[in-house]
């Protein structure tokens, strides 16, 4: 799941919701929204989540390829 992917990436880059946050242009409870899954990032977030994590939009989106990205880093 997105939201899960998200939690994930923020925690093996070290950074808290805060400054993934403030990286983004966006409060920390959007940050929290969408790592609950209660809500879900815009087009451009998404964007900016992939550049600041260096995945793509695609493996951000696909279990199967952050999963094995995940598991060979």
Not at 6 to 25: D, F, H, P, V
Not at 44 to 60: G, M, R
Request: with cysteine.
């Amino acid at each position: 799941m997105l939201s899960e992917k998200i939690y994930t990436l923020r925690r093996k880059n070290g950074m808290s919701q805060e400054q993934l946050a403030e990286k983004l242009g966006v409060s920390r409870q959007a940050i929290s929204k969408w790592e609950g899954g209660l809500s879900t990032p815009e087009l451009e977030k998404l964007k900016a989540l992939s550049e600041c994590f260096q995945v793509t939009i695609d493996e951000l989106t696909n279990d199967q390829t952050l999963n094995n990205s995940l598991n060979t880093a």
